[in-house]
């Protein structure tokens, strides 16, 4: 059976980058498989954060999700924090886990910078719990952006090693779910650097909040070239932001990047951009009316999240039971 399983950070704004490389994708699954979307708010304390800003970050996030079509009565939407058996499972998955494949981590080094001795422990041991909130619920598909590939093949080993730790095959090893045409979107300043909720710069990115004037004037900021657009992808490799925005336009259009250029090559920036304004403003018009509206009824999406964690915890609950027997604790979780 196939359970699919993803997380997005309740921390700062959601934007084009997560909406095209995961949300709509989420969007998509939960029509053919069970599937569990959470905010995890486990992973956003790693950093620093304000309470009062955490909280409305996850009413908002969830919101969005709501927005973008997450169906309550079909996936499970719930906060992590809500289910204990991931932080229960993350501290069993640590002592699976090595030292030495989380030193491998790409994103805890880009995350700690120079100040490595100051980082939190939890924040070098962010994917042992991703891969807790994943194999807690058993779950075999992930789909993520480009960037979680990494932690998804850690998840992988812990999984293996667990089965190889108790002499079963008791976790499958999840697998990544990288699709669409927008894995990796970029940065509407900077087309060698990924598209961030914590880009210094709001004009690096598209916000799902993000009101149609607001996009346009974004994307006539965007950085470009004076060149005009070519007929192939191939001749945009040494053109990041041109090649980003080609990408950007065909995602939205849902038109193969090809096929963007067979309309656009030729022509410069000062016809594709309004175009792309045109496409973009007419996606994600709809979902930040529809997540207004979300916000505007805070209630209802706290009922959905509730909801969301009862269900979810009704299918870790048993799986927990089963990992501690493998592992020999006395007695039921209390949690
Ligand atoms: P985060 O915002 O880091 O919690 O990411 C939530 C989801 O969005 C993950 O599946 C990421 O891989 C995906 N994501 C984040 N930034 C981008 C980006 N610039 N392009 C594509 N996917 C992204
Ligand atoms: N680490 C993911 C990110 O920053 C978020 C995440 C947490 C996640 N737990 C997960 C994604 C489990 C997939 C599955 O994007």
């Known amino acids: 059976m196939k359970r699919i399983f993803s997380g997005i950070q309740p921390t700062g704004n959601l934007h084009l980058g997560n909406y095209l490389g995961a949300i709509k994708n989420w969007v998509a699954l939960q029509h053919q498989f069970d599937s569990l979307y959470c905010v995890v708010d486990l992973h956003a304390i790693t950093a620093p954060q304000d309470p009062a800003v955490l909280r409305a970050s996850t009413i908002e996030v969830a919101?969005?999700?709501?927005?973008?079509g997450i169906d309550p009565g079909r996936a499970i939407l719930f906060n992590q924090s809500r289910v204990p058996q991931h932080s229960e499972l993350a501290w069993i998955?640590?002592?699976?886990?090595?030292?030495?494949?989380l030193n491998r981590m790409t994103q805890f080094k880009e995350k700690a910078g120079k100040n490595r001795e100051n980082a939190s422990v939890g924040l070098f041991a962010y994917p042992t719990l991703m891969a807790a909130d994943i194999l807690a619920y058993k779950a075999t598909h992930v789909p993520v952006g480009d960037d979680q590939k990494q932690h998804l093949e850690l998840a992988r080993d812990i999984a293996g090693g667990?089965?190889?730790?108790?002499?079963?095959?008791?976790?499958p090893l999840p697998e990544p779910q990288i699709l669409g045409a927008a894995t990796r979107v970029m940065s509407l300043r900077d087309g060698t650097a990924k598209m961030s909720k914590s880009d210094a710069s709001d004009y690096a990115r598209i916000n799902l909040s993000d009101d149609a004037d607001t996009i346009a004037q974004k994307i006539r900021k965007a950085k470009t070239d004076a060149e005009l657009l070519p007929a192939t992808m191939?001749?945009?490799?040494?053109?990041?932001?041109?090649?980003?925005?080609?990408?950007?336009?065909?995602?939205?259009?849902e038109k193969s990047a090809e096929a963007v250029l067979a309309e656009f090559?030729?022509?410069?920036?000062?016809?594709?951009?309004?175009?792309?304004v045109e496409v973009a403003v007419e996606h994600l018009a709809p979902v930040t009316r529809a997540m207004r509206d979300y916000l505007d009824d805070e209630s209802h999406v706290l009922a959905v999240l509730d909801d969301g964690a009862r269900r979810a915890h009704a299918i870790t609950k048993p799986i927990m039971a089963e990992i501690r027997e493998h592992l020999g604790f006395l007695g039921d979780s209390l949690g």
């Open 265 to 276: 090559s030729g022509k410069g920036f000062g016809v594709f951009k309004p175009a792309l």
């Open 93 to 101: 998955f640590n002592c699976v886990a090595r030292l030495g494949w």
């Open 162 to 171: 667990f089965n190889a730790l108790v002499g079963a095959e008791f976790f």
């Open 234 to 253: 191939e001749e945009l490799d040494s053109r990041p932001e041109a090649r980003n925005l080609v990408v950007i336009y065909g995602a939205l259009a």
């Open 63 to 68: 919101a969005s999700l709501l927005a973008a």
